[in-house]
């Protein structure tokens, strides 16, 4: 089979990854790619949005299957785009992908199918927004409406801090017209995971959970990032709870999918916060592989993945049983200093072949320059992955890699996965 990769980040390098593991599949070829998938795939110069560009290419070189990875070609449609020209696609259309691209379409999905979440009301009005705040106990959560590259939500801890939110969302535009209309919601305490599920429609298949840490700064100080590293398995949840969030919040919400006319199908990726007592609740979906999160849970699939990603096109999920290693991953991000605000690009990577067996090397942010150097193009720059026995000797694997690699300005977190370790309740 010829299997098609959408997008060009440290999640796609891993679906590639992944991809190349099966023994059905001849070629891969990504869409745009980056330099370390170019040492797995073809990389084809189409960007994600190009959407015709994308079908032409495919059509021509008769590609099987192709899987969307970012956020934004599927929140745009591309889904529906690729289908009109008789491709199959693994990834929800439009109308499925807005459990992600609109968080006020989410929440009422979820309220209306009386699914756990954060209590919450929806403003387009910022006078309305700013007299309900000044009536809520803080801290407080503000959403802008639709994507914002991670950056649209605002954890208010005083009032002055929420005005000033309410402000630069709905006044100022911070984030475009993501923020004509924002969630106002309840601070939920707890202990943050991210379940992927492939979804087929009414059938659902979890993966092992992961956990994800989007601050910038050791200790989770400072800004949210994209996703400064993540590890997978997650051993102080319980596997009874990660089976509660199953049966009360991921299967109910793809049935609720279908009774909307908005059958998912494709990977749903639902963060969750499991309160002090136990309990799981929705903090967001996400309508895509999660990126870091597809980083250490993909390397931990028995499975084929070409096998479970022909049952999503094909609706017979029901069929499939997802096999998992007993392995523990932990990915560290290497970012670009300056991340997640200003960055350089364009410095050369060095140490890249000492890593060898010691981890998974997945690019995030590289490119190749006219020199055959790979050098940094994003501040996201590559995701270091060990694997081992337990999360402690995957620690030390990802650790010991990250120690080959060297860049100007390079950062990274030093306590990825610390939690596992310590079972802090952070
Ligand atoms: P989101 O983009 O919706 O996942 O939000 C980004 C991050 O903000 C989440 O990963 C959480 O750490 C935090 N967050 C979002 N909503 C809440 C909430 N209601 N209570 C506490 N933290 C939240
Ligand atoms: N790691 C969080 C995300 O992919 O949205």
Not at 223 to 246: C, K, Q, R
Not at 258 to 278: D, S, Y
Not at 410 to 422: E, F, Q, V
Request: with cysteine.
């Amino acid at each position: 089979m010829k299997v098609m990769v959408i997008g060009g980040g440290g999640r796609e390098h891993a679906l590639v990854w992944s991809l190349r593991q099966s023994s059905k599949v001849s070629e891969v070829v990504c869409a745009p790619g980056n330099a370390g998938i170019a040492e797995l795939a073809t990389c084809v110069p189409l960007a994600v949005n190009e959407f015709e560009a994308i079908a032409k290419y495919a059509n021509e070189h008769e590609i099987d299957l192709i899987v969307v990875g970012p956020d934004d070609p599927l929140a745009d449609g591309i889904v529906d785009v690729l289908q009109s020209y008789g491709l199959n696609v693994f990834g929800p259309n439009k109308a499925a992908a807005e459990i992600e691209g609109s968080k006020v379409f989410m929440k009422h999905l979820l309220r209306k199918y009386n699914i756990p979440t954060a209590a919450y009301e929806t403003f387009d009005d910022v006078e309305l927004a700013l007299r309900y705040v000044r009536s809520q106990p803080m801290p407080t959560v503000i959403k802008a409406d639709g994507l914002a590259a991670g950056k649209g939500v605002i954890i208010a801890h005083t009032l002055a801090e929420a005005e000033a939110a309410l402000h630069e969302t709905m006044v100022d535009k911070k984030f475009g017209k993501s923020g004509n209309r924002i969630v106002i919601e309840e601070f939920m305490q707890g202990q943050e995971i991210s379940i992927l599920a492939f979804v087929d429609g009414e059938t659902v298949r979890a993966c092992v959970p992961a956990q994800d840490h989007k601050p910038i700064f050791d200790g989770d100080q400072g800004p949210n990032t994209g996703g400064m590293g993540t590890y997978s398995p997650v051993p102080h949840i319980d596997a009874s709870v990660v089976e509660e969030a199953l049966k009360t919040i991921i299967e109910p919400t793809a049935r609720a999918m279908v009774q909307e006319g908005r059958t998912f199908k494709g990977l749903l990726f639902a963060g969750l916060m499991i309160t002090p007592e136990g309990q799981p609740k929705v903090v967001e979906f996400n309508a895509r592989f999660g990126d870091p999160e597809t980083q250490v849970v993909l390397p931990r699939l028995k499975t084929d993945i070409v096998e479970v990603f022909e049952a999503v096109v094909k609706g017979t999920l029901h069929n499939i049983q997802l096999e998992w290693s007993d392995d523990a991953a932990v990915c560290v991000t290497v970012a670009s200093e300056g991340y997640p605000g200003t960055y350089r690009k364009g410095d050369v990577i060095t140490g890249l072949a000492n890593v060898g067996q010691k981890a998974l090397v997945f690019h995030a942010g590289t490119a190749s320059n006219e020199a055959g150097n790979i050098v940094t193009n994003g501040g996201r720059v590559l995701g270091i992955v060990g694997r081992g026995q337990d999360v402690k000797a995957a620690q030390a694997a990802a650790y010991a890699a990250v120690k080959e690699i060297s860049f100007d300005g390079m950062y990274y977190r030093t306590d990825i996965a610390g939690k596992a370790l310590t079972g802090t309740l952070v």
